[in-house]
């Protein structure tokens, strides 16, 4: 019985260290669903997400005379519609891969609004601006608006843009952003524009060969400066380890130590088992000043942060960690947080859809 105490006490004082109310939300809706996930608890973090309507007004601010158009007319996109609709904004229409040469209709929240193919785009792009909706190839998409040479400052990347970047503030300029779960590079990419250019380097991880190279490659093509990937996991030893490849975004180690029921179940995707190398962040991290790390890597988020723990003790960086892989980790990486750095405050933000893309923030 005195164990339960004294869970119900760390609890107590992590929950204490999240600064607001929001976070607080997130918090019991995020153990409601790990402890039950089922749909309608899934819809309770949902109705807690980002949809970043402000960044995309900030568009429309900055390109008034531009059309807006969606890319991605699916069930997400089709969401992000109609809150702009809600928003008492507006928007041109949707713009779909899948979209035959002649235009169609989808029905948002009352208007009609046209779904175009991509080469609609292509006619006169000087006279939209893009924002990509898309969950599942969004790659896909940058690479093809490059490629056609459709105007970079004309494009948001990513619908989710603020994800992992909702604390601005507690960035210390001049230091090192450190991307563990790289996957192509774009937060890199996100980040360097992100801070402006005021780091001192970026230094990525990714196992996976095929991600590599594309990081690498996405890297040089966007042009940012002082970036290095590391071909390897991170975890809290080194060494070599099982990893299902080929499965995009939801590749991962197999048998982290800290294993706990996958929300998810990854391990029973279909992939190819590889062996790739493993390391520490602590190993690479003695003559550089971190100043933020961003941590998505399919549930190893828990050893990797052990093996992190002496730059996380020295520098006390900004940290962006996700929190929705395994059940239970919202607990255990706060946790464990608060018992290396005491002083670190706590934020949740979920950038969804459904369930997924629970982030926790933490700094001093």
């Known amino acids: 019985m005195e164990n339960f105490y004294e869970l119900a006490e760390r609890m107590k004082q992590i929950y204490d260290a999240l600064q607001d109310e929001k976070s607080r939300e997130i918090f019991w809706a995020r153990l409601r669903y790990d402890m039950e996930p089922v749909q309608r608890n899934a819809f309770q973090l949902e109705e807690l997400s980002e ?45 779909d ?3 035959e040469k002649e235009t169609v209709y989808v029905t948002i929240q009352g208007k009609e609004k046209p779904v175009y193919s991509p080469e609609y785009l292509f006619q006169s792009p000087q006279d939209y601006c893009v924002v990509i909706t898309a969950t599942d190839s969004f790659m896909e998409i940058m690479e093809l608006l490059w490629q056609r040479q459709f105007p970079a400052d004309h494009i948001l ?48 991880f990714e196992p996976e060969e095929a991600n590599y190279k594309k990081c690498l ?5 966007a042009g940012i ?44 995707l279909n992939g190819v088992v590889k062996t790739v190398r493993i390391c520490k962040l602590d190993d690479f991290t003695n003559e550089t000043t971190v100043g933020f790390i961003k941590m998505d890597i399919e549930g190893a988020e828990f050893d990797s942060l052990q093996g992190a723990q002496k730059t996380i003790q020295r520098d006390k960086p900004l940290l962006a960690i996700c929190v929705y892989h395994r059940r239970g980790d919202v607990l255990a990486i706060m946790d464990y947080l608060h018992s290396v750095v005491p002083d670190y405050r706590f934020w949740l933000r979920h950038y969804g859809p459904l369930q997924n893309e629970t982030v926790l923030y933490a700094a001093i």
Not at 54 to 63: E, H, L, N, Y
Not at 217 to 221: K, L
């Open 217 to 221: 490659e996405n890297a040089q093509r």
């Open 97 to 99: 891969q899948k979209a």
């Open 157 to 204: 990347p990513c619908i989710h843009m603020k994800q992992y970047f909702d604390f601005p503030e507690c960035f210390q300029s001049g230091t090192a952003f450190v991307d563990i779960g790289c996957c192509d590079s774009m937060d890199s990419i996100r980040f360097a524009q992100w801070s402006r250019g005021k780091y001192s380097k970026i230094l990525a």
């Open 51 to 95: 949809v970043y309507l402000d960044s995309i007004q900030a568009c429309m601010c900055d390109m008034p005379d531009k059309k807006m158009i969606l890319y991605g007319a699916g069930a997400y996109g089709r969401l992000v519609g109609a809150r702009i609709l809600q928003s008492g904004k507006d928007f041109w229409g949707y713009c």
């Open 225 to 268: 400066q002082n970036f290095e990937v590391v071909e390897a996991a991170l975890s809290n030893c080194a060494g070599e380890q099982k990893f299902t490849a080929e499965l995009g975004t939801s590749s991962h180690l197999l048998e982290t130590t800290s294993a706990t029921e996958s929300l998810n179940n990854k391990n029973n």
